[in-house]
């Protein structure tokens, strides 16, 4: 969907660097007048007649009005990230200037740009497809060394590439049914529907693999949700504090300190891991407030991509913790046992490796939140149970929603195709299909788009990208 839409020749302005008082800030047009406009308020030098992609200093003036003194980068199109003409003004980063340049630009006919417009634009002349400019809005928002990587991918075309090949592969699909259309009559089909059948099981089997990728593209864009339950006086807030390095939370012996649930951010090997301390789950106690503690602490556990069960070693019985990990089956909750106090250790953490408790399939990582022992372990295996073995940002990984309900739809389609090979459909009424599987896929990189879906999806961005 390269070239222009109507309505789209005026020139947009934004400011392209955080709000707020900086050392620099960036004022971004792109538009067929950007240089024009910049000109006329840049009276040291006659900026039209500069060659693309070079930069200058001096004064910008509004009338007779002193506004700062700035650099311009110039970009030319089509050689620009919007494939337009580009003015970059890096001014002094007050806010104060920055909304008098704006304004005296947009004096001169130039409109505030929409968020994401910048980027909406280069999708429109071609510069990125969907995908690619969807990875932009990752990339901004990205804060793990993963989610950098894997955004920094996208963009490069990477997510793009995998859709194309599908794609290719899609369209020599319907080439064969074709020419098998065309020999039907002299009945040579059966070598062709051979060749079909493979062909079909290498898509399902692309499209099943990126799908399944989207679960780690989760894990790196948005993070992981870890909430650490356990009976009051467990060690929970302690094991808080030792993961974060900081004293975050109250740490008392008294049973039922945490009242309220602490949220804070870690970041193991380039994963963030949402932590979540719990009020302490006890049944009986009639603490109005600590009640309230321990409903959100059940709600959180629910809600958890992951629960760190935490129990102390010297407290728990091995018939208990049986109960608690048949609870834990049954509510289909991934979870990992942790036995702390392991440095107070009167009675013995080798009764948990019973023959019996064994055969439950559970492993227990036995720590000291207060003495720091084994939690690099335990971090090790909050990494591992995230992202499920080593992370590898060289695979193309699906990190957005959008992209996996249209790879969805792209299996079901697929499904149906093999249906129809299984039924012996006749090639037009498979041809359908096929068309169906092509019309997902270009929906991911926007071969097949509405302005309504662009719109939706560029507002998420931030104004001046
Ligand atoms: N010996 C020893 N004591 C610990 C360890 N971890 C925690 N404690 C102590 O256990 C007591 C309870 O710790 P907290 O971290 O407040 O326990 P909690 O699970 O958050 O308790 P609630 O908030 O009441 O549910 C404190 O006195 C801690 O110092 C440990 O590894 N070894
Ligand atoms: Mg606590």
């Known amino acids: ?66 506004l700062d003194e700035v650099v311009v980068s110039i970009f030319r199109s089509p050689k620009s990230y919007t494939g337009e003409n580009i003015a970059e003004i890096s001014c002094h980063g007050s806010p104060f200037i920055q909304e008098k340049i704006i304004r005296a630009i947009t004096a001169k006919g130039c409109r505030m740009a929409k968020p994401g417009e910048f980027t909406q634009r280069a999708f429109l002349n ?16 990205s804060n793990t060394e993963a989610g950098k990587d894997t955004a920094l991918k996208n963009i490069r075309g990477g997510f793009s590439l995998a859709m194309q090949q599908l794609r290719e592969q899609l369209i020599g699909f319907s080439a064969l049914i074709e020419l098998e259309l065309d020999f039907s009559q002299e009945d040579v089909a059966f070598a062709d529907r051979k060749q079909l059948n493979q062909l079909i099981a290498t898509l399902r089997s692309n499209t099943e693999k990126l799908l399944s990728s989207f679960a780690l593209g989760n894990v790196i864009k948005n993070g992981v949700q870890v909430a650490i339950i356990g009976s009051p006086n467990a060690g929970k807030s302690t094991l808080l504090n030792t993961l974060l390095n900081e004293d975050r939370a109250i740490v008392s012996d008294i049973a039922g300190t ?30 109005t407030i600590e009640k309230m ?15 760190v069960y935490l129990f102390d070693v010297n407290e728990m019985s091995v018939e208990e913790l049986q109960t608690i990990v048949t609870n834990l089956n049954k509510q289909e909750i991934s979870y990992l046992l942790v036995g702390n ?26 720590i000291s939140a207060k003495e720091n022992l084994h939690i690099a372990q335990l971090k090790k295996q909050l990494s591992a149970l995230a992202i499920g ?57 926007g071969e097949i788009t509405n302005e309504d879906q662009l719109d939706m999806i560029f507002s998420k961005f931030c104004i001046g990208k």
């Open 1 to 66: 969907m390269a070239g222009k839409l109507s309505g789209w020749d005026d020139t947009i302005v934004a400011l392209a660097t955080a709000q707020g008082i900086s050392a620099i800030g960036v004022i971004r047009l792109s538009g067929a007048k950007a240089i024009e406009i910049i000109d006329e308020m840049f009276p040291s030098k006659n900026l039209q007649q500069q060659a693309s992609h070079t930069i200058h200093v001096g004064l910008l003036k509004d009338g007779n009005e002193l």
């Open 126 to 141: 071609g510069k990125l497809d969907l995908a690619q400019a969807e990875a932009v809005a990752d990339l901004i928002a």
């Open 258 to 287: 945490t009242r309220d649930t602490i949220e804070e951010i870690l970041n193991i090997d380039g994963i963030l891991f949402r932590l979540i301390d719990t009020a302490g789950i006890r049944e009986h106690t009639h603490d």
């Open 293 to 307: 503690g321990v409903e959100k602490s059940l709600e959180k556990m629910r809600m958890a991509n992951l629960v």
């Open 341 to 366: 106090k392991i440095d107070h250790n009167k009675t013995d953490a080798a009764k948990f490796s019973s023959p019996r408790f064994v055969s439950s399939r559970t492993d227990i990582i036995f």
């Open 389 to 445: 073995g080593e992370l590898n940002t060289e695979a193309t990984i699906v990190t957005n929603a959008r992209h996996y309900d249209a790879l969805k739809k792209l299996a079901e389609a697929l499904n149906d195709t093999q249906k129809g090979l299984d039924e012996n459909l006749t090639g037009d009424l498979l041809a359908l299909d096929i068309r169906r599987c092509l019309h997902y896929l270009g929906e991911i990189t």
